[in-house]
């Protein structure tokens, strides 16, 4: 499984950001899809999550009302709109991949990783 995010880049703080992030290879009926975060010095800590229905989503505390996350139309895909964004959120942002359950996500171990991508918040 390959998973490709896109959409990192520079924004002032108060600005919008949307990551995508498409998995490739193979497909799955039901799984988890998240994203996840590394600021410089810092460890990896989770952000979002969503199910393979897009009905059931988790938030990290200091994103949620912010940060929204959505399944795409096309199978295996995930959105996260950033909005009202902050320099605290500057970080590589990267998205996963879990065939099993939401707490193996929350828990930060997803078997899929894909690369990273940089998310910059000017102040």
């Known amino acids: 499984v390959q998973l490709q995010a896109s959409g990192g880049g520079l924004v002032q703080a108060g600005g919008s950001l949307r990551l995508s992030c498409a998995a490739s290879?193979?497909?799955?009926?039901?799984?988890?899809m998240g994203w996840f975060r590394q600021a410089p010095g810092k460890e990896r800590e989770f952000v979002a999550a969503?199910?393979?229905?897009?009905?059931?989503?988790s938030y990290a505390d200091s994103v949620l009302g912010r940060f929204t996350i959505s399944r795409g139309n096309a199978k295996n895909t995930v959105y996260l709109r950033m909005n009202s964004l902050k320099p605290e959120d500057t970080a590589v942002y990267y998205c996963?991949?879990?065939?099993?359950?939401?707490?193996?996500?929350?828990?930060?171990?997803?078997?899929?990783w894909g690369q990273g991508t940089q998310v910059t918040v000017s102040s």
């Open positions: 969503v199910d393979w229905t897009g009905g059931r989503t």
């Open positions: 996963a991949l879990d065939p099993g359950n939401i707490n193996v996500i929350l828990g930060g171990r997803p078997d899929y």
């Open positions: 290879g193979r497909t799955f009926s039901t799984y988890y």
